[in-house]
């Protein structure tokens, strides 16, 4: 990307996710799971060794809903590619990719990414249905996901940075990551704000953000704490030792429905959580590099590790 060439672009990201393919048919597949507004593909990468079989708890890492937020692709295809790189040399890469899925999705928004590519700092989709005249058309995927959604924290105006959709799940990236989580989480929780997701529930989802250092779990909607909130708390704390990220619940940055991790989370009782990356849009290459890349895979290894018993934590 202009003047930052440690981000990969859409396409560069998606030739580096093929190339894994082919150097490593054994570990990884190349799978669309939805399609954009204006009809572009959206991708997963799906990395686990073909070979062995068994229940393998599901690892969802999410990056780059919002466009602009370049670091979280970079930081999602650097994982991709190192734990491809360490099977087997890495026993703790080996074990995870042996008995576990990675579901990485880079690129959650690529019409958004392409706009912000071309120097617009771009947060929303790109459905020109909504403030198509304006210059700031589209919809916030993350105040568009169904989970009590339109509670607060989100704007019916659509030329609103922060403008929710005419409905819940009205977006079709929002419909390809959720059909996404329901494949790969079943649900394991009511709808509401009291009954806890059960202690043997596995998976675990993350939605990769920038930026402000920050390790969110939910609720992101309202103050009440998440029923697992035991588990939830200790995990999102055991996080921040890794990237020394500030942990707290969502609702604490400030409060906002129709997040993707009330979703998984709410919904659907996946343990998850939204990290927040850095200090700003655009990082200096050699600061991602040497800081916010270290400190963040670290936190994600860890993450993947406790996938299968996330709520054991407590
Ligand atoms: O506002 C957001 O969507 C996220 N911050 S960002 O600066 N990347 O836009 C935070 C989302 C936290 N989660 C929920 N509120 N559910
Ligand atoms: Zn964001």
């Given at each position: 990307i202009g003047g930052y060439p440690c981000f990969r672009t859409v396409q560069e990201t998606y030739a580096a996710a093929q190339s894994i393919v082919q150097q490593y048919p054994n570990l990884a597949r190349w799978e669309q799971h939805g399609r954009t507004t204006a009809g572009n593909p959206i991708y997963r990468l799906v990395l686990t060794n073909k070979n062995t079989s068994g229940t393998k708890p599901k690892v969802l890492f999410n990056s780059a809903l919002h466009a602009r937020e370049y670091a979280t692709a970079e930081l999602n295809l650097r994982f991709a590619e190192k734990l491809v790189a360490e099977y087997g040399t890495n026993p703790d890469i080996t074990w995870m990719l042996d008995s576990q899925e990675f579901y990485l999705v880079f690129q959650a928004n690529p019409d958004g990414r392409a706009r912000a590519e071309q120097g617009r700092l771009w947060r929303k989709n790109v459905n020109t249905r909504f403030c198509g005249t304006g210059s700031t058309p589209g919809v916030d995927l993350n105040r568009n996901f169904p989970f009590r959604w339109n509670t607060g924290g989100s704007s019916s105006d659509p030329c609103n940075e922060t403008f929710m959709g005419p409905?819940?799940?009205?977006?079709t990236e929002t419909q390809a990551l959720m059909g996404l989580m329901r494949q790969l989480f079943p649900d394991r929780r009511n709808d509401d704000l009291t009954s806890p997701a059960p202690a043997d529930t596995m998976g675990i989802y993350i939605d990769i953000h920038s930026y402000s250092r920050l390790n969110l779990w939910p609720f992101g909607s309202t103050s009440t704490k998440p029923p697992n909130s035991a588990a939830m708390e200790n995990l999102g704390r055991k996080f921040s030792y890794y990237n020394g990220h500030k942990p707290m619940q969502a609702v604490g940055l400030y409060p906002a429905s129709g997040g993707t991790d009330e979703f998984a989370y709410g919904t659907l009782g996946v343990a998850s959580y939204t990290l927040e990356l850095g200090d700003a849009f655009f990082e200096d290459c050699s600061k991602f590099t040497s800081d916010i890349l270290p400190r963040n895979m670290n936190a994600l290894l860890y993450a993947a590790k406790v996938a299968r018993a996330p709520y054991q934590m407590a």
């Open positions: 409905s819940a799940g009205s977006e």
